[in-house]
């Protein structure tokens, strides 16, 4: 008779209803959501929904057209789009072009890979296309990653470094730097990469160990005052860079003194360094700890002069001071070299030295190096000098050790520094009357710029204090031509660089792009630009003879300069034409860290020289993926997650989730277990929405709001929702994602599943429906959903929009062109803190009394408080029962927490209570007074 009364009473129960399905199948449903919102032309309508609101503009650091994305990518855009997402749900126009970086060597040097022999034969127009090619195959690939990863984006026109309107946009840029007298050309020592024979800047760099020869060498001293035998000892870690020696250094207030080898033989080097110097190169303990024979300072070494200890040109070369000698390592006696180092290279030009480089761009010494390394390769020529050395009795000590030393970030190989003809940006010259560019930048970062984290301050700020000037050029097929114009051969003059005709070829590039340069003639790309009219050119350029017969630089620009000048073409004068929503500076700018040497840096420096201010007004920094050890992820060691198997397994919202979660400020630690745990969190998530959209009838999202009582169970619901409310919004505004995702998670599976949702459970199931709690309940549930569907919505935007459709009806709007929802000001009890608090405490009670009784039920459980103050007054006893999760809540005078055994009691066949109004009704069935008016029984 119970089954069949069970059985009966079932069908009478509201249970969850809903199309929003317990599994989401993501892996098949999300692509059905990029498909639909493509169709629906979702971005557009974003935008014209927010047409006249206020902006707030967001700006994308373009990837590079080269593979498929990875999960660096993947922890970037999934940011990115959750801002977008965000502010536009936040009652902002929030326009965001995606980009990609499609120049520079990477791409050129895997086409060339491809091409094998053929390439020698191609001209730099044909390298072009195919490099060409190769970019628009990628962009489109990474495209279609970018989308499976459910971002929202104008992909139908991004930006593309390699487009004729982007390029004039960044030739517009030069054209200012070149008009405040920024740009330069000078024979000057760069990074060079010898494998790839081209100029690297410091973005370019990976540093990585590598072993290397360190050698003590004796120069013989040659000037008047030297004394037989006597020589100068000097230090260095490039055996190689001895062929070009000019010059040693020595610091000025540093002590040196004058050593005896032997009997015949004494050295100069740092007091503070010979002990340890000298017993290196193996001299006897009394010799190493010997006084010296007379002591100096730096600058009275000044005048001496030695001969090289193996060029046969006998010239004397200088000892000069200089303040970069340090007394940590070496002998305290710099070799310099002015044509292989940067500081070498300042010593040269103050002292007026030859900027002397015999390696050649392959890496090969030219003719002007002794016979025996013409011809040879850097990295051979080690051993050769070594034995040179010790041939001659010049070689003091020579011992190998392991440093970080700098690499070509694509080829992995050495570089080296490399005195060529380049093109620079100055970052130390004074400008518009005012200070230099390094200046400026450190001026605005100090405190105009907001850091996220703060200690990117620092780190940019570092970055800025120590850079060299910006070697911009690049000598390379696929990229951007600098657009210098030379003199005809036998001509004299420098070359045609001025504002107004980089102004020219910026048009000309507009309209053609610019494999122009490899087509037309110069005065073709000169076309707009009147000679008559530009006080700055060179007298030859006014020569229409000349002009004609002029050569076209073969150099092309830095990509860090295309990419850092994206402020102007895409920012500052809007991408579309149509575009009217575009700002400058941007509100943010966000990348990994790398990016305070690299975008940042490049993006900041021009911006400065050319509107006076930073392009950004906050620079937000994530870190960078690595295994579950710490070690970098890389194909070759194994340890890496493909993203496209991550979409397969279990979906772009769960990674998403797992992306929100993240302390990105330092770097990220990834392994599957990350990810299955990310997917536990999103099926929580995802089960109470799941009951929520179930337990609301279709009327509930549209009527009235009912009286809701301060002391009612919803009442604190409402109020925990706005506070929930305010403090997403607050998360959202600060970029503050996995705070964010905790508040979101903990609200759900404790808040709402453990709290709220599970006391309200029986009155959804078995109230009446006209019941005005059930009414009341079913109001507030319906304000949570649709709420909580919203925040959710930026970090979940496939599962969101089922949820809204699910809620609203299949023809309602996405929910992605609605707001986030404000706050209310809806009152609960002042008492509700304190039914929290001791709820803990009868819980407990509650579930010591259930184990000592062996009841599987705790509605088998009656309750009783102590309440001598009466504070519980306030609130439903049905409430405080439901929330315990028992059939009858009371208070009493005394001090003790009474739990009562009700299961000898009638229990209702309905709703399982045993709240002492159970008896048997008309039907026969044992009903409590609740349950037998829902069902109009007796």
Known sequence: MAEETKKTYRPTLNLPKTPFAMRANLVQNEPQSVKRWAADDLYARLREARKDAPAY???????????SIHLGH???????????????????????????????????????????????????????????KYAE????????????????????????????????????VFADLVAKGLVYRQLKPVHWSVSNRTALAEAELEYYDREDHSIYVLFPRSDADARPGEHVMIWTTTPWTLPANLAVAASPRAEYGRYALDNVRSVWLATDLAQKVLAAGGMSDAVATAEPLEIRKGEDLRGMTYTHPFLDDRTTRPVVTAEYVTLEDGTGLVHTAPGHGSEDYQTGLREKLDIYCPVLEDGTFDDTAPDW?????????????????????????????????????????????RATEQWFIAVDNAFDNGPSLRDRALAE???????????????????????????????????????????????????????????????CFAQ???????????????????????????????????????RKGGDTFDVWFESGSSWNAVMRHGWKDKQTDTSYPTDLYLEGSDQHRGWFQHSLLPALAVTGQPPFRTVLTHGFMVDKDGKKMSKSLGNTIEVEDLMKKLGADVARWWVASLNTDNDIKVDWAYFETAGDEYRKLRNTLRFLLGSLPDAATTTASPEIPDGSIDAWALAEHNKVLAQARDHYD?????????????????????????????????????????????????????????LLAPILPHTADEAHHALEGKEADSVHLETLAEPTDTPAHPGWDHVMTQRELWLKAIETARQQRSLDNPLDLGLTVPDPDNSLAPFDPVDLADLCGVSRFATHAGNEIDVADLSGQPRCERSWKRDGTVRERSDGGLLSDRDAAALGLD
């Open 74 to 132: 993947l922890l970037n855009k999934v940011l990115k789009d959750i801002i977008v997402r965000s502010r536009s749900m936040m009652g902002f126009n929030c326009p965001y072009t995606p980009g990609w970086d499609c120049h520079g060597l990477p791409i050129e040097h895997r086409v060339m890979q491809d091409l094998g022999p053929r390439a020698r034969e191609m001209s730099p127009l044909d390298i072009r296309r195919q490099c060409k």
């Open 512 to 550: 053609h792009g610019s494999d122009a340069w490899y087509k037309a003639s110069p005065a073709d790309l000169l076309d707009t630009w009147d000679p008559a009219a530009d006080p700055d050119a060179p007298a030859w350029a006014a020569n229409p003879d000349h002009v004609a017969n002029a």
């Open 57 to 67: 503009v967001f700006h994308d650091g373009p990837p590079y057209a080269n593979g």
């Open 734 to 790: 600060r970029h503050a994602y996995r705070p964010l995702t905790r508040l979101l998670f903990n609200y759900c599976n404790e808040t709402l599943s453990a709290v709220y949702l599970a006391a309200v459970k029986d009155r959804l199931y078995c109230d009446a429906d006209d019941s005005p709690r059930r009414q009341r309940t079913e109001h507030v549930m319906g304000t949570i959903a649709r709420d909580l569907v919203r």
């Open 373 to 417: 390394l013409t011809g040879r390769k850097i990295w051979d020529a080690n051993p050769l000098v070594l034995d040179k050395l010790n041939a001659s009795g010049h070689l003091f000590h020579n011992h190998t050790f392991t440093h970080s030393y700098p690499h070509d970030w694509r080829g992995k190989q050495p570089v080296i520094f």
């Open 445 to 507: 970062t100090a405190d105009k710029v907001n850091f996220l984290p703060g200690w990117g301050r620092n780190r940019m700020r570092g970055m800025l204090e120590s850079r060299p000037d910006w070697c911009v050029s690049r000598q390379r097929s696929w990229g951007l031509p600098i657009p210098a114009i030379f003199p005809p051969e036998g001509v004299d003059g420098p070359p045609l660089l001025t504002p107004a005709s980089v102004a020219a070829v910026a048009d």
């Open 137 to 172: 195959k990628h962009v489109k690939t990474q495209k279609q990653q970018m989308l499976r990863l459910l971002t929202l984006a104008d992909y139908d026109d991004p930006y593309l470094t390699m487009l004729p309107r982007y390029e004039q946009g960044v030739l517009r």
